[in-house]
């Protein structure tokens, strides 16, 4: 059964690389809202994925008991995050498409 849950991953196409960070241009700012979003999106993946296989580690005998509830502990934080980022931008788009034009 250790074999089976070592062999599997929740995406297994992902290259564990850290996400680009947002470009900035001359005047200082931020490259784009879509840029600032990939990022996120892609710590998010990366954090989970690490806890994934941190967790796999553990079960394998080769990760601490606290190493695996740190990992977790860091991917809930995370994940509560993003969660949250995504229902204030869905809060957002609906009191924009609410607006009389």
């Known amino acids: 059964m250790i074999d ?4 599997t991953s929740l ?7 850290p996400a680009s960070a947002p470009t900035i241009n001359k005047s ?5 809202f879509d840029s600032v979003l990939k ?4 710590d998010t993946v990366n954090s989970l994925y690490k806890s994934e296989m941190t967790a796999v580690a553990g079960i394998n005998g080769k990760a601490t008991v606290q190493q695996v509830v740190e990992q977790v502990m ?3 934080r995370t994940l509560q995050t ?10 957002a788009y609906q009191e924009i ?3 009389a034009i």
């Open 39 to 42: 990022s996120v999106a892609a």
């Open 82 to 91: 993003t969660i949250a980022v995504r229902d204030k931008v869905v809060s």
């Open 28 to 32: 200082g700012a931020v490259g784009g």
């Open 97 to 99: 498409s609410r607006m």
């Open 11 to 17: 995406l297994p196409e992902l290259q564990m690389q």
């Open 74 to 76: 860091a991917a809930e």
């Open 4 to 7: 089976a849950i070592s062999k």
